[in-house]
């Protein structure tokens, strides 16, 4: 088995085809299709099932591509040896949290005085699997994202296959947040059903019913359903609308900012995880930046609003 088998694999994966991998890496295709096939014949199974309509990577090829992944990433850390600058990487993928945030910008500002390079990124994700899939293509070094308290088990077993780390940081319910002067903003006593006339603003997570039964039947009865990632996109949507929107809580500050009000929806409760690859379990860096979510997190729970929910 060849280094450069490896990474053949990994190209192919990732552009999808054969052909457009030896494109990409200035090889003859049939030079890569026997490079491929030889080295399926010596680890006697096959990576890829090859199909009319492509490439699709087989149940060992994608056990196979984790560890491919694992050994690309270390050779690119042998060949940084060679520099004496001291390098640091942090790729982090995250919900649209706060906390996470805060603690990226502490992290780029802790340590950008100290290294002579340095490379930080934050990514904004919506999906379990987003977070999951960027870790194992190494597009991200953490993921932190949230998980139906019913299936933190069921996930659990999966980042295991996947030689994934967790860590549970704490939990969190759902919100339901208006415009301070939408109709139902003052009404005392809410039931979510209340709502299914009005424009619903929610992320990816919960349009794909990642949620209790009770907003699932909302959803199904709401006519006009805007799904959009947190940021100003959404608050300009719930401005002085009659639009709410269904998602993790803003703080008090944050909410009096804007003039939205919120209500915590019950039996919402979610997970909120944090995810590394098992060899990064002693990764100076990553812990560094773990800490510094450890400290955030609780800070950020407590700047949430308690009181009224929606039945």
Request: aromatic share 10%.
């Amino acid at each position: 088995m060849k280094t450069e088998q490896i990474l053949l694999a990994i190209t192919i994966n990732e552009c999808g085809s054969i052909t457009k991998a030896a494109q990409k890496l200035f090889i003859a295709q049939p030079n890569a299709s026997n490079a491929i096939l030889s080295l399926e014949k010596e680890l006697g199974y096959c990576i890829f099932e090859r199909t009319p309509n492509g490439i699709k990577v087989t149940p060992k090829g994608k056990k196979f591509l984790q560890y491919a992944y694992s050994i690309q990433r270390n050779l690119n850390n042998i060949s940084l040896l060679k520099d004496d600058k001291e390098r640091i990487r942090l790729f982090v993928a995250a919900y649209a949290y706060p906390f996470a945030e805060k603690a990226f910008v502490k992290f780029c500002r802790n340590i950008a005085g100290a290294v002579e390079s340095l490379d930080c990124r934050f990514r904004r994700i919506g999906t379990i699997k987003e977070g999951m899939d960027m870790l194992l293509d190494n597009t991200s070094d953490v993921s932190i994202f949230v998980c139906n308290r019913e299936l933190i088990g069921y996930y659990e077993k999966k980042f295991k296959q996947k030689n994934l780390i967790s860590c549970l940081l704490g939990y969190t319910n759902l919100h339901l947040t208006m415009a301070e002067n939408h109709p139902l903003a003052e009404k005392e006593t809410l039931n979510l059903m209340d709502f299914s006339n009005y424009p619903c603003i929610s992320n990816a997570g919960v349009a794909y019913s990642f949620v209790p039964v009770e907003i699932e039947n909302l959803l199904s009865e709401v006519q006009f359903h805007i799904v959009t990632e947190p940021g100003d996109i959404r608050v300009m949507l719930l401005n002085n609308t009659e639009n709410y929107s269904i998602s993790t809580p803003y703080s008090l500050d944050f909410l009096k900012e804007h003039h939205l009000v919120s209500r915590e929806i019950p039996h919402s409760e979610r997970g909120v995880l944090l995810l590394i690859r098992e060899e990064d379990r002693k990764n100076s860096q990553i812990l560094t930046y773990i800490e510094l979510v450890q400290k955030e997190f609780p800070l950020w729970l407590n700047s949430l609003p308690a009181g009224d929910g929606v039945k």
